[in-house]
């Protein structure tokens, strides 16, 4: 056990370094299958006495070929992304909570404001926006770091056009 498991570490670590960064990156639900997938095939090597090594490896290196080569796909491919990524969406527009977005992600009103103090704000007001990324995080974006709003294309139900100042610059 202790020479499978050693070699299997360094075989996951050998895979994990070829496969590329985004395998251990911030992680989509795509990404974080393919993570649990190997977690659960080491597991199974280091446990299973019915798995050879080579089958092991073999699955490893599969989940991650796979892995790159959806990534691979989905870069290229914009219908491919759509696919095994979620769009970013916008959670709050000028100051204001978008309730249905908040609801239709399962997220509550709290959480958003947790992130929004996080950032050293106090108050809804003064953020031009608050986005559910592809990955999970809240980013956060005062009024004063909107600029032209050109991060936010892409991001559902955000307009392109400016937003209004509320009477604040």
Same mark, same amino acid.
């Given at each position: 056990?202790?020479?499978?498991?050693?070699?299997?570490?360094? #075989?996951?670590?050998? !895979?994990?370094? %070829?496969?590329?960064?985004?395998?251990?990156? /911030?992680?989509?639900?795509?990404?974080?299958?393919?993570?649990?997938?190997?977690?659960?095939?080491?597991?199974?090597?280091?446990?299973? %006495?019915?798995?050879?090594?080579a089958q092991g490896f073999t699955a490893l290196a599969l989940l991650a070929s796979l892995q790159f080569i959806v990534a691979w796909l989905?870069?290229?491919?914009?219908? !491919?992304?759509?696919?095994? &990524? %979620?769009?970013?969406? @916008?959670?709050?527009?000028?100051?204001?909570?978008?309730?249905? /977005?908040?609801?239709?992600?399962?997220? &509550?009103?709290?959480?958003?404001? /947790? #992130?929004?103090?996080?950032?050293?704000?106090?108050?809804?007001?003064?953020? @031009?926006?608050?986005?559910?990324?592809?990955?999970? &995080?809240?980013?956060?974006?005062?009024?004063? #770091?909107?600029?032209?709003?050109? %991060?936010?294309?892409?991001?559902?139900?955000?307009?392109?056009?400016?937003?209004? &100042?509320?009477?604040?610059?």
């Amino acid at each position: 056990m202790l020479i499978i498991g050693s070699v299997s570490y360094a #075989a996951l670590v050998l !895979v994990l370094r %070829a496969s590329g960064k985004r395998t251990l990156g /911030q992680l989509n639900a795509f990404d974080f299958i393919v993570t649990v997938a190997l977690g659960s095939t080491l597991a199974t090597i280091l446990l299973s %006495a019915d798995v050879t090594f080579a089958q092991g490896f073999t699955a490893l290196a599969l989940l991650a070929s796979l892995q790159f080569i959806v990534a691979w796909l989905s870069a290229r491919w914009p219908w !491919v992304r759509s696919l095994v &990524t %979620a769009r970013p969406v @916008a959670l709050v527009i000028d100051g204001e909570l978008q309730g249905s /977005q908040l609801r239709r992600n399962r997220l &509550t009103e709290s959480e958003v404001l /947790q #992130a929004i103090r996080s950032t050293g704000s106090g108050a809804v007001s003064d953020i @031009a926006a608050v986005v559910l990324e592809t990955n999970g &995080t809240l980013s956060v974006i005062p009024r004063s #770091a909107l600029g032209g709003g050109s %991060a936010l294309s892409g991001v559902e139900n955000w307009s392109d056009s400016p937003l209004p &100042t509320n009477g604040t610059p």
